[in-house]
């Protein structure tokens, strides 16, 4: 079905059978993939996700610190989470891969530029149709979120993980945004506008995230914040 053909869809009038039908079927492959999910990752252990672009090239700065990332939480007994796909995904579970720790990738079916990089434990891919179901997984496996330079779902998981800390719907987690030089017109914006301008969060809010520009800053803001609350992963 085509955009234009789901455009059209949903302006068509339906029976009360056909809705029925066609929700109720989609409920159980929710179901589903919140049940499958689940189990794979309940055994997983302490992990933190690492978020950015499928896009960016082996190449590129940010896919080099991201495999470094990767690699330095694995020395320290973290798994790593990632999207699955190319780009940062890959790089991450890369770091991981080689460094012999746990390399874990969240799949999302999508049309185009997306696929299960070969950096994954066989027994660590999972596949999802839903992206909320997907999010779900990634906040509640995570004992920390990095945030590479990434393009609108890097963003959506972003200030997802923020929001739900914000709110108290999931633990005080970490949260580190990677690359300066890319965050710093997002992050001026948020404190002269969203807060400042509109006052539409707190001052305090600014302290969910901390803003660093290596791979040894990003893991060890991992590190110290869970040596300052005295507190082990996956608590």
Same mark, same amino acid.
Not at 18 to 23: H, M, N, P, W
Not at 66 to 93: F, H, K, S, W
Not at 143 to 157: A, H, N, R, S, W
């Given at each position: 079905?085509?955009?234009?053909?789901?455009?059209?869809?949903?302006?068509?009038?339906?029976?009360?059978?056909?809705?029925?039908?066609?929700?109720?079927?989609?409920?159980?492959?929710?179901?589903?993939?919140?049940?499958?999910?689940? %189990?794979?990752?309940?055994?997983?252990?302490?992990?933190?996700?690492?978020?950015?672009?499928?896009?960016?090239?082996?190449?590129?700065?940010?896919?080099?610190?991201?495999? %470094? $990332?990767?690699?330095?939480?694995?020395?320290?007994?973290?798994?790593? @989470?990632?999207?699955?796909?190319?780009?940062?995904?890959?790089?991450?579970?890369?770091?991981?891969?080689?460094?012999?720790?746990?390399?874990?990738? @969240?799949?999302? %079916?999508?049309?185009?530029?997306?696929?299960?990089?070969?950096? @994954?434990?066989?027994?660590? $891919?999972?596949?999802?149709?839903?992206?909320?179901?997907?999010?779900?997984?990634?906040?509640?496996?995570?004992?920390?979120?990095?945030?590479?330079?990434?393009?609108?779902?890097?963003?959506?998981?972003?200030?997802?993980?923020?929001?739900?800390?914000?709110?108290?719907?999931?633990?005080?987690?970490?949260?580190?945004?990677?690359?300066?030089?890319?965050?710093?017109?997002?992050?001026?914006?948020?404190?002269?506008?969203?807060?400042?301008?509109?006052?539409?969060?707190?001052?305090?809010?600014?302290?969910?995230?901390?803003?660093?520009?290596?791979? %040894?800053?990003?893991?060890?803001?991992?590190?110290?914040?869970?040596?300052?609350?005295?507190?082990?992963?996956?608590?």
């Amino acid at each position: 079905m085509t955009g234009d053909d789901k455009i059209r869809s949903a302006f068509e009038n339906k029976t009360w059978q056909e809705i029925k039908v066609t929700d109720s079927w989609q409920i159980f492959k929710i179901m589903a993939e919140f049940v499958d999910g689940f %189990e794979k990752l309940a055994k997983i252990g302490p992990c933190v996700s690492i978020f950015g672009s499928a896009r960016t090239k082996n190449e590129n700065k940010y896919y080099q610190t991201a495999v %470094e $990332i990767g690699r330095r939480l694995t020395e320290r007994g973290y798994g790593v @989470i990632t999207g699955g796909g190319p780009g940062i995904m890959e790089a991450g579970n890369k770091g991981a891969y080689e460094a012999g720790g746990k390399s874990v990738g @969240i799949n999302i %079916e999508l049309p185009f530029e997306q696929f299960n990089n070969r950096y @994954i434990d066989r027994d660590k $891919i999972l596949d999802f149709d839903y992206f909320f179901v997907r999010k779900v997984m990634f906040m509640k496996y995570s004992q920390g979120y990095i945030v590479l330079p990434g393009g609108f779902g890097t963003m959506d998981e972003l200030f997802e993980a923020m929001t739900l800390i914000q709110t108290g719907k999931i633990a005080r987690f970490p949260i580190v945004l990677v690359g300066v030089d890319y965050w710093k017109g997002l992050i001026d914006w948020i404190k002269t506008t969203m807060l400042e301008s509109e006052h539409n969060i707190n001052p305090e809010d600014l302290n969910l995230f901390r803003l660093v520009d290596t791979a %040894e800053e990003a893991a060890e803001h991992i590190f110290r914040f869970y040596e300052k609350y005295v507190l082990k992963p996956n608590f």
